[in-house]
C-alpha cells in the first residue's frame, strides 16, 4: 500500500527570513506523516543575478534564464537555500535530506517555449522512485526545482510547476502551495475556493497577479491527480480550512482571516 503524501511547496519571499523558516520546520514536524519540501528562492536569485551583472528579466510570472541567470538559479536554490531549509529542519526533529531535481535525474525537463525563455524548462518525468525510497526510509525530500534538461545541463523550472508534478506523481493527498498571504486574494477578501475552469478568469481581469499567476495553473493542473491543492499560508499545514481551495466548485467569497 503507498502511503499517503504530502507535498509542500515554499515559495522564495520567505525562504530568506530565519523566523519563518522556524516556523515552517516546526509545522513541518508537528505534522508528521510522509512530507516532501519543494522551494523556490526567487529573491535571492534575483539578487544574486545583480551582483554577477544581470537585471532579472520576467514573462508571464516566470524568469527568464539566460547563462548567468542559470548559473545564479543553480548557486542559490540547490545550494543556499536548499541547505537552509534543510538545516532548520533537522534542528526541529525532522529527518530532512535535500536534493535537487537534477540528483539521480529526480526531474527530467524539456525546455520551454521552443527556448525563447533561454533555460527554462518544464517537468516531463519524474523519477517517483526514488523520493518512495526516501519516504520509506523515513526521510523527508527537500528538492530544488532545479532539473535536468535532454542536453544533460540544467533547466531552471517553476518551483510551482515543479511541486505539481511531484504531488501527481506520487498520488500524493494534498498539495499546499504555502506563501506569504492568507489565499487567493479578491481585494481585501479571501476566495475560500477557486475551480479549475476559473483560474484564467482570474489571471485575466487582475485578481492573480505576478507569481500567483503561475501557482494558481500549476494548482489547477494538479487538481486534476490531487485529492486537495490549496494556496495559503503556513496555517494550512495544522489547519484543514486554511487557504484558498483550488479545484474545488466556484469560488465563495469569505471574510478576510
Sequence with gaps: MKPEVTVVKVGGNEVDDPCWVIRLSTAVAARGGYVVVVHGGGKEVSALQRILGAEPEWRDGLRVTGPEAMRAVQMVLSG??????????????????GI?????????????????????????????????????????????????????????????????????????????????VPGVMA??????????????????????????????????????????VRIGGLEMLKDSGAGTRVGAAGPEREAER
Excluded: C, Y
Excluded at 202 to 222: E, N
Design 100 to 180: 535537487s531535481g537534477e540528483d539521480g535525474g529526480l526531474l527530467r525537463a524539456r525546455v520551454s517555449r521552443g527556448g525563447a525563455m533561454g533555460r527554462t524548462g518544464e517537468v516531463e518525468h519524474v523519477r517517483v522512485e526514488l523520493l518512495r525510497a526516501w519516504l520509506g526510509q523515513g526521510l523527508t525530500p527537500v528538492v530544488s526545482p532545479v532539473s535536468r534538461g535532454p542536453d544533460g545541463g540544467a533547466l531552471n523550472v517553476n518551483a510551482d510547476d515543479a511541486a505539481a508534478a511531484l504531488a501527481g506523481a506520487l498520488d500524493a493527498r494534498e498539495l499546499l502551495f504555502v506563501s506569504n
Design 80 to 97: 543556499t537555500v536548499n541547505k537552509r531549509l534543510v538545516s532548520a529542519l533537522v534542528s526541529a526533529g525532522v529527518e530532512a535530506v
Design 187 to 228: 481585494g481585501s477578501a479571501t476566495l475560500a475556493a477557486v475551480s479549475a475552469d476559473e483560474v484564467e478568469r482570474l489571471i485575466a481581469d487582475g485578481t492573480a497577479q505576478g507569481g500567483m499567476a503561475p501557482k494558481l495553473r500549476a494548482a489547477a493542473r494538479a487538481a486534476d491527480k490531487v485529492a486537495r
